[in-house]
T-cell receptor, first 115, second 113 residues
Framework: AQSVTQLGSHVSVSEGALVLLRCNYS??????LFWYVQYPNQGLQLLLK??????LVKGINGFEAEFKKSETSFHLTKPSAHMSDAAEYFC?????????????FGTGTQLKVEL | NAGVTQTPKFQVLKTGQSMTLQCAQD?????MSWYRQDPGMGLRLIHY???????DQGEVPNGYNVSRSTTEDFPLRLLSAAPSQTSVYFC????????????FGQGTRLTVV
């Protein structure tokens, strides 16, 4: 069974500071990995994904994440936070084959950006 | 450019009532899923479908039924609503081939009193 752990349910950064949201997963084989963002009262929007190939993945809005197989991690970063980045962020995994494209989500990290 | 459409956006039910949450996608995706979102618990899979006529249970299926008669539609039925089913419900779809990411609807906020 797959699982996802997001360390820190709430993260607060200053505008212009580095954003680091942590995600660790457990899976018997390297899975597909995703980060989604959810703004208040909205659905989930894909930020970025790792499938195969390059382990550093760039997404929308200046975010990127690095797949580290040895650490079973997929941490999300952004060099300089903006007020508009305040939202909830979810890390998710999906089995590489089969499984009907079922996603397993972490419990989410609420990002607050302060002036 | 509709993507995944969920109706209604908000609903209040009394305990014991039944209702159907609608979900439709216009991307010809094979896979569709229903999740519920509760504070501090992330999203949990209720039911999913790998194609028309094929459904299966997810992590938290009790109290919910689904069917998939067409590729486009995947309704979620609450048989006898309970306060524990107060949640935000999301429908998602994906193609599964080449692009494994899921596309989500805007959600249905359900309150059971």
């Amino acid at each position: 069974a797959q699982s996802v752990t997001q360390l820190g349910s709430h993260v607060s950064v200053s505008e212009g500071a580095l954003v680091l949201l942590r995600c660790n997963y457990s899976s018997s084989v390297p899975p597909y990995l995703f980060w989604y963002v959810q703004y208040p009262n909205q659905g989930l929007q894909l930020l970025l994904k790792y499938t195969t190939g390059a382990t550093l993945v760039k997404g929308i809005n200046g975010f990127e994440a690095e797949f580290k197989k040895s650490e079973t991690s997929f941490h999300l970063t952004k060099p300089s936070a903006h007020m508009s980045d305040a939202a909830e962020y979810f890390c998710a995994v999906r089995a590489f084959t089969g499984g009907g494209n079922k996603l397993t989500f972490g419990t989410g990290t609420q990002l607050k950006v302060e002036l | 450019n509709a993507g995944v459409t969920q109706t209604p956006k908000f609903q209040v039910l009394k305990t014991g009532q039944s209702m159907t949450l609608q979900c439709a996608q216009d991307m010809n995706h094979e896979y569709m899923s229903w999740y519920r979102q509760d504070p501090g618990m992330g999203l949990r899979l209720i039911h999913y479908s790998v194609g028309a006529g094929i459904t299966d249970q997810g992590e938290v299926p009790n109290g919910y039924n689904v069917s998939r008669s067409t590729t486009e539609d995947f309704p979620l039925r609450l048989l006898s609503a309970a306060p524990s089913q107060t949640s935000v419900y999301f429908c998602a779809s994906s193609s599964g081939q080449g692009r494994p990411e899921a596309f989500f609807g805007q959600g249905t906020r359900l309150t059971v009193v």
